[in-house]
């Protein structure tokens, strides 16, 4: 008959099914996880593949998130030693994936700056409760450490009884990381009101060696394949990305070609070059960049304009 040392040391050392809490913050974070990557790879199939940069942070993201998805529930069946990893990680990721939003929003990434969308509000608010469930999840005290068996540091005993305090943690990162994404979503353009750039006089600006066309404050003019002869099929998110330019505008001397403009759907008034709706990129930041130039986003590709038409 076993005695109760015997039993005692069983117990401490064999791995017992985890409790509801546990099961229900893994499967959660999880699906949270899964969820923002697929928003991802919505927007990298439909267009952010092109964007320079951005379009390879974009697919690791993708993989990122699916694959730590996964780890987080191959973890599940029982709490072993170790298992606060893959939550601890997948914690990180969508705090991590969060903030290279925001920095987007506010002072653009790589040439890119992102503006106010559904999916981006929706996938920042996603990643804020995946933090929470996998930051709590990753806390949990460890149900088998087979102390007896394996030597063990102090520090990982220490994260295998859990992390005494760490709610109160986890919510005030959370409180920080909301109030962070609400001030970036109301400071970042709307898609509801696109605000047409400034029109004035044309100038004419060299960019890898070509003549390009730039409005009154030096920023590129680009052009929008999918439009028609003068008429615009740019709105809501994409005049986001895309200004329309303000007409009329004045030609600089010895650029051929012909500003007019049209009227938008909301009533305002856009230039055209050669029948072609005029834009700017939020992309572009100062006189020379052309950030925007061969893209495909938003629905089409886009063109910069040179003195050739």
Partial sequence: ??????????????????????????????????????????????????????GWLFLLQVIAGFGLGIAVLATGGRLIKGGWLAPAAGAGFALATLGGYLLSVWIGLF???EVRTT??????????????????LAALPGAARHRAQQPHSPLLDRLQDGVPG?????????????LLLGIAVAGA???TAPAATAGGNVQVVTIS??????NSKGLTLYTFAPDPANKSVCYGSCAQY???VKG?????SGVSGTFATIKRTDGTVQATFNGHPLYTYVGDSGKGQAHGNNLNLNGGLWHEVTTSG
């Fill in 1 to 54: 008959m076993p005695t109760a040392t015997a039993r005692a040391a069983k117990e401490h050392s064999e791995p017992t099914a985890p409790s509801w809490p546990a099961v229900a913050l893994r499967v959660s974070g999880a699906a949270l996880l899964i969820a923002t990557a697929a928003i991802h790879l919505d927007l990298y199939v439909t267009g952010y593949r092109t964007i320079p940069t951005i």
């Fill in 111 to 113: 040439g890119f700056k």
């Fill in 119 to 136: 999916a981006g509000i929706v996938a920042g608010i996603i990643e804020v409760v995946a933090f929470v469930a996998l930051a709590m």
């Fill in 166 to 178: 760490a709610a109160v943690g986890v919510g005030a990162i959370a409180v920080v990381a909301l």
């Fill in 189 to 191: 353009g709307s898609t």
């Fill in 209 to 214: 060696g070509a003549s390009v066309l730039a």
């Fill in 242 to 244: 895309w200004p329309p």
């Fill in 248 to 252: 009329p505008l004045t030609a600089p």
